[in-house]
């Protein structure tokens, strides 16, 4: 019975089935008339044309890549430039044997195993009739005596080229970055039209973040080509667009101070306008070569940057995250006074050291012997570590987070290149999440004077201290002042304004803080007034020193006994002048020691200079 | 009947078997122009063709109830390489394609290509005909899932191929003219939603897709030389190894995807037409076994893989010609490459199968 039902139903299928091929082989046989009577208009009705054109078919569309902008620092000195450059090309459709050619070849000029390699790699990648270079950065002798043999050679050919290159190599590898050839990642999110003669791509910092306008854009030219496919002569050019050049703000005598006074030290130096946020020095040390990069590393100086201890890789201005130390009183202190915690005469009886109530443990002072009565003033400019433990006691972890949060504390700073690290600023909700455990008091305390969890990157820090200088502007940190296009020389200045504000209850607050600073530098016992002697203008500064290991109870620290890694980083934070400040700067020296005594002197001197070159000493 | 049953025997469908062949010997002369007279290309290709002509008649030998029951599983593992390779695929010309299985490198989506019609072929073959509307939506989400996976490789041209390859099974299996026009309007105004969720580069590729003018240095270039060396041919031809456009290299992928026009060039608008004649003699054996075949499952499939053979040879000879997009399709069994051939050739393996498996039973 269901077999019958079945079979009905079947012949019922195969009928529609028959019809649905019948009305697909119509469809079939319209579409093949359509591509008979197309082949029919070309080659019958438009043969004449086609023929023309074949005949004078000697034209070849090529890809000119555009030339990348250049980069110069704020003085107009070039730090990033285009070297020509000759390389052998290879085009693997026009050669029947690619080893054979190579072998030849390698009779006239040095071919590297690993050249092959990266040949073949890029052959496999790209299409048969692009040019693929083989050897790249010939030398003159190399290109002469290629061009004698050059007719042995039908598909090989010398290649000029430009190639990027850095005057000043270590000196702002961090900044600037460098350009490296394009590689398996790139080509997934780039224009491949655009890119189709270009080599290289912005890898690391301003190369990379302003890739876009570096680059420009592609043009093409026809060119008339004899049998074996060599060009003639030139017969339409469409001009690329060369990249923008690109000003930095980096102000390059400030900048050699403070890599000559790192003295190649681990360690990052950064400074800026707080007016404007154009960042002046961007130190981050040791440095590498970034020419290395350009055209591929070795893989050994790669491995030998890679295990170094000092970590030149790292960019540490953005990328190096410390504790905080006692550079963040200043703000614990704003904070402190904001929420009306303290007023600025309250004192603070310091005995060397705290205890919370009921609890044996004791949190020592750096002096042994206590700073007695402390107000903030005194708190601030000899740094009293016990003012800031009760200080946090008294605020609690909560306002303490908003407040310092404000300052930018734990956040990225939004500097124009990437890589930028968050850093910590802690909270409950942060270690509930991350470490899954509750927040204890002691925490607290610690944190008022930059330790325990808190971290920075130097970079947060001088944007901190460029908002106290500002009595409250936040002002992004940038590189990239203006970009300039290289054929109208035509300027386009980019405008950077303050985005936000932070308002105080009162506005004393500001001068408070102010006040105090100035005094660690300029009044008697400051902890850094050697660093203040003498100086003809005002500036305004605080001394930290961050632990890297915890000293025990019963220790001492001496420094003589620790090894060098785990010796305290050195910090200093500071603007001038106090009156209208042009330069904020923030300073770590990595296992430098103190910071009154390592770190205050740098700022000392790149203010020296800086307020001499800018001529604002107004000041005896 | 004396022939059919040697033709039964073998499981071998000599009509079939003769036209693919011819087309075979077609490619070969034209490779070894279309080559530069490279005679190792031949023999590459030569030895390519025998290999897939081999697979070709092993899979004749399955009896296609035997196939069919592959079909889902088939249809899974297809789906689960078409993910790994979007994890782990190589990178080719700009787009993840391969899986590198040490041995060779494997395309999923040339799978796909087989697998996904035989997928609806299956799933439709024991519902009753023509699929109500609840059948046709569950065909679509079989489609379309291995269509937006190939898609994201991004390889938009085999997405395509896959997704026509699947409808056709579905037009032969009767869908209704209202529903077909639903899903056509459907399609239409998922476009710009599809485009609202794209990357700018996506984008960018999908323009240059459509408009290849734009790119001179890209498509636009291969369609301007191809149009050039179809013209110049002429009606007769310039004659074997005549070519100049061809031969000065002016013309890219000309013993692969453009294959067709070193032949117009060379055989002109007459070997045009003697070409399309063995391919419509290849078509209509197809149609014609299809509509013969003994079951459900063996007219939908048969039916779907010669429509889809239909369709490369539209879309390449429509791109060579200037009139589709370029996309990477080859000609049929006249190209130069390997894997596009083992599918195609496995694909009228199971055709022959189709056909000489029949058993004809006296009721």
């Keep these: ?620 | 009947m004396d022939e059919q049953s040697l033709g039964q025997r073998l499981h071998i469908d000599f009509p079939l078997f003769f036209g693919i062949l011819v087309l075979c010997i077609v490619g070969l002369i034209v490779i070894y122009s279309a080559g530069g007279q490279d005679m190792n290309l031949v023999y590459r290709q030569a030895v390519k063709l025998l290999i897939a002509l081999v697979g070709m008649i092993i899979i004749a030998q399955m009896p296609p109830a035997e196939i069919a029951r592959w079909s889902f599983g088939l249809y899974v593992f297809g789906i689960i390489l078409l993910i790994l390779v979007i994890f782990y695929g190589d990178i080719g010309k700009g787009a993840q394609r391969w899986l590198d299985l040490k041995v060779f490198r494997f395309q999923p989506s040339e799978l796909m290509k087989l697998s996904v019609p035989m997928m609806v072929a299956y799933y439709l073959a024991d519902k009753t005909l023509p699929p109500n509307i609840l059948r046709v939506a569950t065909v679509c989400v079989l489609i379309t899932l291995p269509v937006l996976l190939i898609a994201k490789q991004p390889d938009l041209g085999t997405a395509l191929l896959v997704a026509t390859a699947g409808f056709s099974v579905l037009f032969i299996a009767g869908i209704s003219w209202r529903l077909l026009t639903i899903m056509g309007g459907l399609g239409a105004a998922g476009a710009p939603i599809l485009w609202y969720f794209m990357h700018d580069y996506q984008k960018r590729r999908v323009l240059t897709f459509l408009n290849p003018e734009n790119d001179p240095l890209g498509a636009g270039y291969h369609t301007i030389q191809s149009k050039i060396a179809i013209g110049s041919g002429g009606f007769y031809g310039k004659g074997w190894l005549n070519g100049t456009q061809s031969h000065l290299e002016f013309l890219p992928e000309r013993s692969t995807d453009f294959i067709f026009a070193v032949f117009c060039e060379e055989f002109g608008m007459l070997g045009v037409l003697f070409l399309l004649c063995i391919y419509l003699f290849i078509i209509s054996r197809g149609l014609y076994i299809a509509i013969n075949a003994q079951d459900t499952f063996g007219r939908l499939f048969a039916s779907g893989l010669t429509l889809t053979f239909f369709v490369y040879i539209f879309v390449n000879m429509g791109m060579v010609t200037g009139q589709l997009p370029v996309v990477g399709v080859p000609l049929p069994l006249v190209s130069h490459g390997g894997t596009s051939m083992v599918t195609l050739m496995i694909g009228f393996g199971i055709i022959m199968a189709i056909h000489t498996h029949r058993r004809f039973l006296s009721f």
């Design chain 1, 1 to 620: 019975m269901a077999k019958e039902f079945n079979l009905k139903d079947q012949d019922h299928e195969s009928g529609l089935i028959a019809r649905r091929v019948y009305i697909s082989a119509f469809i079939i046989l319209m579409l093949i008339i359509m591509i008979i009577s197309r082949v029919f208009y070309l080659t019958v009705l438009q043969h004449d044309h086609y023929t023309t054109l074949s005949q004078s078919n000697r034209v070849k569309i090529t890809p000119i890549p555009p030339i990348r902008g250049l980069i110069y620092s704020r003085d107009g000195v070039i730090l990033a430039e285009n070297k020509p450059t000759f390389s052998l090309g290879v085009v693997p459709e026009q050669i029947d044997d690619i080893d054979e050619t190579i072998g030849k070849l390698k009779e006239i000029v040095s071919i590297e195993d690993s050249d092959i390699v990266r040949f073949k790699k890029a052959v496999k990648k790209k299409r048969r009739f692009e040019n693929i270079p083989l050897r790249l950065n010939l030398n003159k002798e190399e290109v002469a005596l290629f061009a004698v043999n050059r007719h042995r050679f039908p598909g090989v050919d010398v290649v000029a080229g430009l190639n990027r290159y850095y005057p000043l190599g270590a000196k702002l590898v961090h900044t600037i970055g460098y350009v490296a050839r394009i590689d398996d990642d790139d080509v997934k999110s780039l224009d491949e039209s655009n890119y189709s003669g270009t080599t290289h791509i912005g890898k690391l910092g301003i190369e990379k973040s302003y890739e876009s306008l570096l680059h420009g854009d592609v043009g093409h030219q026809q060119v008339e080509v004899n049998a074996q496919g060599r060009v003639i002569r030139v017969l339409d050019r469409t001009a690329p667009k060369p990249g923008e050049n690109i000003h930095l703000t980096i102000d390059l005598s400030l900048q050699q101070i403070a890599i000559d006074a790192l003295e190649n030290r681990r360690g990052a130096i950064v400074a800026m306008d707080p007016r404007n946020g154009d960042v002046l020095t961007f130190v981050s040390s040791p440095g590498y070569d970034p020419n290395k990069f350009v055209n591929g590393i070795d893989s050994k100086s790669y491995n030998l940057l890679l295990a170094s201890k000092d970590k030149p890789l790292i960019n540490r201005v953005i990328q190096g995250t410390y504790p905080p130390g006692s550079t963040v009183k200043p703000f614990m202190g704003l904070v402190g006074l904001e929420n009306g915690v303290r007023v600025n005469a309250d004192e603070s009886w310091c005995p060397g050291w705290f205890s919370l109530k009921g609890h044996e443990h004791r949190y020592r002072d750096w002096k042994k012997q206590g700073h007695g009565h402390t107000n903030l003033h005194k708190a601030i400019m000899q740094s009293c570590d016990v003012y800031f433990y009760t200080l946090a006691y008294e605020l609690g972890i909560d306002r303490i987070f908003e407040g310092m949060s404000r300052f930018g504390f734990g956040q990225i700073t939004g500097i124009d290149i990437g890589g930028e690290k968050k850093a910590l600023m802690p909270s409950r909700e942060w270690k509930r999440n991350a470490l899954g455990q509750a927040w204890f008091p002691g925490e607290t305390l610690i944190l008022g004077i930059g330790q325990g969890y808190a971290l920075t990157t130097p970079l947060q820090l001088v944007k901190a201290t460029a908002t106290l200088a500002n009595k409250g502007h936040i002002i992004r940190p940038r590189l990239v002042s203006s970009t300039s296009n290289s054929i109208s020389n035509e300027v386009n200045a980019l405008h950077n304004h303050s985005e936000n504000k932070i308002e105080l209850s009162n506005s004393v607050y500001w001068d408070d803080v102010i006040t105090s600073m100035k005094d660690v530098v300029h009044g008697v016992g400051g902890t850094a007034w050697r660093s203040g002697l003498n100086a003809k203008y005002n500036f305004a500064g605080k001394t930290g020193t961050a632990q890297v290991i915890g000293i025990a109870q019963d220790e001492e620290y001496k420094k003589e006994e620790i090894a060098e890694e785990f010796q305290d980083h050195a910090l200093f934070i500071a603007f001038a002048p106090v009156e209208s400040p042009r330069i904020a700067i923030a300073i770590i020296v990595e296992n430098g020691g103190g910071g009154s005594k390592t770190a205050a002197p740098i700022a000392r001197r790149m203010f020296d200079h800086f307020m001499k070159y800018r001529d604002l000493i107004t000041k005896g």
